[in-house]
């Protein structure tokens, strides 16, 4: 079987503040996207893997990235959205790839098992997401930040990546999104918008997606347990 990655890592980052998008930020020393690679690398799992990323780090990206890993295979550019990244990605893929498997590039702490995981589910049924159940209490707030109504929290998942799907059946959700011009926030809400089913894998909270500066913080830690030796 022939697993291929898409990592998109194409975002500015605004939210995270600065210059430097948040996938070349640093934990530890090293970039957040250094270890998102590594773990795919390491996990022997992914037979080649396409690196998405904004166009005017694309140089610098092929640079430092291509074949660095050795798994790295294509380092290509995003487009406006990341749906547009992930299906420029798509579009580099060897067509003898049997499952597909979407990764955010700054979620540096995935593990093997996720992987592994979410590959066998897709396999088996077409497409799988890693998400973790809701244990909070939810609330539907309006704009004016006035509480409308509490949420039943039952059955509601927060969903995460990797996200891995049958190459074929990925595909033609893409073309059928494109087509109807609709922008899901993720690879599982367009095969859902097919009208295909996607099955959950459970995920992590240490599957942490570097998004604030806090998010920083909290990423030293987790590098520190994770990866000893930097």
Partial sequence: MNVCAIIPAAGQGTRLGGATPKQFQTLRGKPVLHYTLRTFQESGLIDSLVLVVPERE???????????????????????????????????????????????GVRPFLS???????????????????AISVHDTIKQV????LVQRTVERNGLWRVQTPQAFRYDL??????KAQADSFYGTDEGALVEYLGREVRVVEGSEWNLKIT????????ESIVAKLF???
Wanted: contains cysteine.
């Fill in 212 to 219: 604030r500066p806090e998010d920083l913080v909290l990423g």
């Fill in 142 to 145: 309006d704009a004016a930040g």
């Fill in 58 to 104: 694309r140089k610098n990206a092929r640079a430092d990235w291509l074949k660095r890993p050795s798994v790295v295979k294509q380092v290509v550019v995003g487009g406006e959205k990341r749906q547009d990244s992930v299906y420029n990605g798509y579009k580099f893929l060897p067509t003898d790839t049997d499952i597909v498997l979407v990764h955010d």
């Fill in 112 to 130: 093997k098992r996720m992987i592994q995981e979410t590959v066998h589910v897709a396999e088996k049924f077409g497409a799988a997401i890693t």
């Fill in 170 to 175: 990925l595909g033609e959700a893409f073309r």
């Fill in 228 to 230: 000893p030796e930097c």
